[in-house]
Structure formats: structure tokens, C-alpha cells
């Protein structure tokens, strides 16, 4: 990590290990990110032990399978994973299509038709007896249980968080 005191947001800077390592206020630590995805979706830490995390910009952290010396003044490297400086931390597609089968918690299935309609991205009324917030929305591929994106649950309410340019008619 850079000696730096703020955020610069053209680079890529490594995330901290620990919270003592911090040097930018406000930014995620390793920790405190495998702390959040275990909690939230039950996913272990041993899952992101070949990944290292960055953050470019304020908050975007981004997932890169291998290590280099930081900071990185590069476009992109690895995938966008996590945004953190809002209220709730919220997970990225990429990371849940990634990463979302190992989670244990916080995984709703949806029917074809209910999945059809989240593709497509359509807010829609659903019983869920689980945690409001983000969670890992999956659907049937290939006979298996396959996340298929973000979505937010509120108030009996599933809204899609597929990006504009992501959705789809099925």
C-alpha cells in the first residue's frame, strides 16, 4: 500500500489487512471485506485466499487473482467485487456470479418465470422469509443452482440489481 493519505481515485491501491495497516480513511480492509461476505452469504474466507483485494476510486474494490506491488496505475485489474463506502456494502454481479455458489446464506432461488422477470430486471413481490438487503438471487442452469445476480429485498419486495446493459428478455 502506498504511503498516501487519501484516496487517489486513477490507481488501483491494495486494501489494508488489518484495520492498524490503514492509511486512507474510509477504506475497506481485507479483514473487514472476508468479515462481510462470511457474515452476509456464508461464504468462508479460505474461498479468496489466492485473491487479492484493491480499491480504485472511492469505495470500488476489485478482486484480482495474483499479487503486485501497489499501487497500479492501470484501467482495470481483476473484477469489480464490492462497493463499500455507502451504507451497506454491496456486492457486484461479477462477484456473485463468481463467488455466489459457495454462499450458505442470503441465496434466494426464483422459478424460471420469477427469474425471467429479474433478468429482465422488474421489481416484483415475493415471500421471503430471510434477511432484508442484498442477497445472492440464483436460478436453475443445467439442472443445478446457479446465482444469476444481485438483488435487493425490502419490505416483501425482491428488486433487480442487474445493470441496465446486463438485462435480458428471456
Known amino acids: 500500500m502506498s504511503d498516501q493519505a487519501t484516496n487517489v481515485s486513477t490507481q488501483f ?28 452469504f456464508g461464504i468462508e474466507p479460505t474461498v479468496f485466499e489466492s485473491y487479492t483485494f484493491w480499491e480504485r476510486g472511492a469505495g470500488k474494490i476489485w478482486a484480482f487473482n ?12 481483476g473484477m469489480t467485487a464490492l462497493r463499500t463506502r ?54 436453475d442452469l443445467a439442472g443445478e443452482p446457479e446465482p444469476i445476480g444481485v438483488g435487493l429485498f425490502t419490505y416483501g419486495e425482491l428488486r433487480s440489481m442487474v445493470p441496465k446493459g446486463r438485462r435480458r428478455e428471456l
Open 13 to 40: 491501491d491494495r486494501v489494508p489487512a488489518t484495520a492498524a495497516e490503514r492509511t486512507v480513511e474510509g477504506r475497506a480492509t481485507r479483514q473487514e471485506i472476508l468479515d462481510w461476505f462470511e457474515e452476509r
Open 86 to 139: 455507502q451504507e451497506h456494502w454491496k456486492p457486484t454481479l461479477e462477484a456473485v456470479q463468481r463467488f455466489g455458489h459457495h454462499a450458505t446464506k442470503n441465496r434466494l432461488h426464483l422459478t424460471a418465470g420469477r427469474a425471467k422477470q429479474f433478468m429482465a430486471g422488474e421489481d416484483q413481490e415475493i415471500d421471503w422469509d430471510g434477511d432484508w438487503g442484498y442477497l445472492i438471487v440464483t436460478h
Open 66 to 77: 495474483g499479487d503486485l506491488t501497489s499501487p497500479v496505475d492501470i484501467e482495470g485489474l
